[in-house]
Structure formats: structure tokens, C-alpha cells
């Protein structure tokens, strides 16, 4: 009988990067894919991606509606306690032998707490990491103790997921899923990204991406009025603007986006989700991205295009020499922009290595989640170097 994998999608960031290996799981035999789709995919104001898994060819075995409109903490408490109701109750209907999850978010972690308290498995992509600008370091340490089975990306993530106590025999480093998708893209042209994206490119090019942070160095409305506010005095420089996360105060990220667009709607492209694929293919024809996003350390470093990183979200992610990380105040980062924007950086930026591996994360994960030894229930025990 075929091992069921129930797989977990909340944004259309994490689903980019799962996308393959929901091609691995359901080509495989001796695995069943019973995907998840919840969080943002579901909602109006985020783009309802869900158009963009169905779309991929994938039929979701639950839909799971969680958030509700609003984003200050009160809420997003009140939502992350009804999301842990409604996965139980959706695992408790499909019976999963595995729960993949991806990353930090809120519904990763409501997810794997059901999981958890079901006695179903628990396998973690990208555990390990830090991001000490956000609450994300709790909630992505407190699912890796919540897994038993451990997708790290570098050996230093797969060291500290131990340190956290996880036998190593059950935490792998096969890299980035990121790097399977980038080894076989195919990018679409700047002819195709206007047609149906709207994009107007200029003489120099920049998109930004930012999602509020509770933890960082200051609120989500202070730093994004900083950001554009830097942006807006770039001269001979197009704007591309991504929609914002559905965080805690992702309200004021939005209303200032909103505001900054209609003033500077003649060279400024807002679009509410590009797709992973159209994300990467107008990011390959950027002369450089800002923002906050885990994007701006990691697919731009792999794409060689510059980053500026703004605040402290990604602080404990490796860092490459293709990012430059200003104060937060307008004159700073606006340096750091122009900086960016520079032949002389578009070269350094195409001289960077990386540290996540080489691809083949999604058919090495596959066969993991086909044939490891998972007890019933997954007990564990808390694993300590040198005992």
C-alpha cells in the first residue's frame, strides 16, 4: 500500500519551492499525494493563488480557509488557534502517514502542532535557519521539535537542527528545492512579462518585495515608508512592487503600497503575484531587488542579480557578497539602491557562489519520504552529541 503524504501550501512562495517535489510524490509508487492547500491561497485581497496550483496541473485533496481579514497580532493568535482545529479535523479525514511542511510560518506551525497531537509524522523543509528579525526563528524551531524528519539546506542548518536535539540519521541536507526549479528555468521574455503582467521597464529596473516583521528593528509601517520613500527619488528607474504576506501588519504595508502607487503609477508596476515563475523571470531582468524578503538572500544571490536587504528579517541567513543591508532611513538606502543599480555591483553579483547545494532536492526528499523507517507513534528521543 502506498504511503500517503499529505503536503501543505499556504502562499504562493512556499508552493514554488514544493513544486517539485509534488511532481516526485505523485510520480512515485510507492507514495500518494494528498495536498493542502490553505493560508493566502485562499484569499481575494493575496491574488487567491490557488489559480496557480490548480493551474500547475494539481488537484488539492482540502481546501482550508484560515485567515480572516485583518492583520494585527490579536487576530492572527485567534486564527493560528482555529487553523490547529481545522488541520486536525482535515488530517483526521485523510489519514496522512507523513505531513509535509515548508519553512516558518504561522500555518506551518499550526499544522505541524495538529499533526503532532494526532501522532501523525512530521517532515520539515528548510528547519534550522535563523531570521532574527522576525518571530519566524520560534515558530521554525519550535516545528523542528515538533518533526521527525529533517529537509535542512546547509550543513550548518542541518548542524543546528541537531544541536536542537534531532538525531542526526534523521535530518538530510539535500539542499535547496529553489536550486531544482532555477536548474530548469526557462524565464519568460520582457516582451511576454508586459503582455501579461502590465510590467513597464525603464532604462534601469527595480523591484521590491516586503512583508511586515514583528521583531525587527522597527514597525512594518516605519520601514516601508523609509523604503519607498528612498524609492521614489531614484531617478531614470522603473518600479516593480510585489503584494505584501498576509502578516501582522501587513494592513499598513499595503495602504502605503497603495499610496505610492497611484503617485507614481507612470513608471511604477504593482502585481499582486507574479507566480513563482513569473517572479524569477522578471527578477532575471531587474538591475537589482530590495525589500525583505527570504527572496532577496537567497534567489537573487542564485539569479546573480543584487539585493538591498532592508532591516533585520533574514539577520542568521547566509549572506552573500551581492547584498548590501543600509540602516533603516531614507538616505541610506537610497545610497544602497544606487549602489545596487551600478555596472560595477551587477558584476560582483555575477561572481558569487552559493552555499545551498546543488539540485535534486525533490527526488532525494521523495525517496526519503517513501522509505524511511518512521515508527507508530513517531517517537523520539532527544539526541546529544558525545553522550
Known amino acids: ?66 485567515w480572516a481579514e485583518g492583520s494585527d497580532a490579536l487576530q492572527a493568535a485567534i486564527d493560528t488557534g482555529e487553523a490547529l482545529a481545522k488541520f486536525s479535523n482535515t488530517l483526521n479525514e485523510l489519514d496522512p502517514d507523513v505531513v509535509v511542511v515548508l519553512g516558518d510560518r504561522l500555518e506551518a506551525f499550526a ?141 499598513d504595508v499595503r495602504a502605503a503600497i497603495a499610496e505610492f502607487v497611484s503617485k507614481h503609477g507612470s513608471t511604477t508596476t504593482y502585481v499582486e503575484s507574479f507566480g513563482q515563475h513569473g517572479y524569477l523571470s522578471i527578477m532575471g531582468e531587474m538591475n537589482a531587488v530590495t525589500g525583505n524578503s527570504s527572496s532577496t538572500v537567497l534567489e537573487a544571490p542564485l539569479m546573480h542579480v543584487p539585493s538591498v536587504l532592508i532591516g533585520n528579517r533574514q539577520e542568521g541567513r547566509p549572506m552573500s557578497q551581492s547584498i548590501l543591508k543600509p540602516e533603516v532611513n531614507r538616505a541610506a538606502i537610497k545610497a544602497a539602491l544606487e549602489q545596487a543599480l551600478t555596472p560595477e555591483f551587477a558584476a560582483k553579483a555575477r561572481e558569487v557562489g552559493t552555499p545551498f547545494g546543488k539540485p535534486g532536492f525533490a527526488k532525494k526528499a521523495a525517496e526519503v519520504l517513501a522509505t524511511a523507517e518512521i515508527p507508530n507513534p513517531p517517537k523520539k528521543k532527544f539526541w546529544q552529541e558525545n553522550k
Not at 514554488?16 to 516526485?24: A, C, F, H, S, V
Not at 510507492?30 to 491574488?47: D, F, R
Not at 532604462?203 to 518585495?209: D, G, I, K, S
Open 111 to 251: 499544522m505541524a502542532a495538529a499533526a503532532t497531537v494526532l501522532s501523525i509524522p512530521v517532515a520539515h523543509i528548510h528547519g534550522g535557519e535563523l531570521t532574527e528579525g522576525a518571530m519566524d526563528d520560534a515558530l521554525r524551531h519550535s516545528i523542528t521539535k515538533l518533526s521527525y524528519l529533517h529537509f535542512a539546506t546547509t550543513e550548518e542548518h542541518a548542524a543546528r537542527v541537531a544541536r536542537l536535539g534531532e538525531d542526526p540519521s534523521r535530518i538530510y541536507n539535500f539542499g535547496a528545492p529553489v536550486l531544482d526549479v532555477i536548474a530548469a528555468f526557462q524565464p519568460m521574455t520582457r516582451a511576454e512579462l508586459s503582455d501579461r503582467f502590465g510590467v513597464k521597464f525603464g532604462e534601469r529596473n527595480l523591484m521590491m518585495t516586503f512583508h511586515p516583521a514583528a521583531f525587527d528593528v522597527a514597525s512594518a509601517k516605519e520601514m516601508i515608508g523609509e523604503l519607498l520613500g528612498a524609492m521614489g527619488e531614484l531617478e531614470n528607474t522603473n518600479l516593480v512592487i510585489t503584494g505584501t504576506n498576509n502578516d501582522i501588519g501587513s494592513d
Open 1 to 66: 500500500m502506498a504511503r500517503k503524504i499529505a503536503v501543505m501550501t499556504g502562499t504562493r512562495a512556499d508552493f514554488g519551492l514544493l513544486r517539485n517535489l509534488l511532481t516526485e510524490i505523485e510520480a512515485h509508487p510507492a507514495l500518494e499525494l494528498q495536498l493542502i492547500a490553505t493560508g493566502s491561497h485562499l484569499s481575494k485581497t493575496h491574488g487567491e493563488t490557488i489559480t496557480e496550483v490548480e493551474g500547475a496541473g494539481f488537484t488539492p485533496s482540502a481546501l482550508v480557509s484560515i
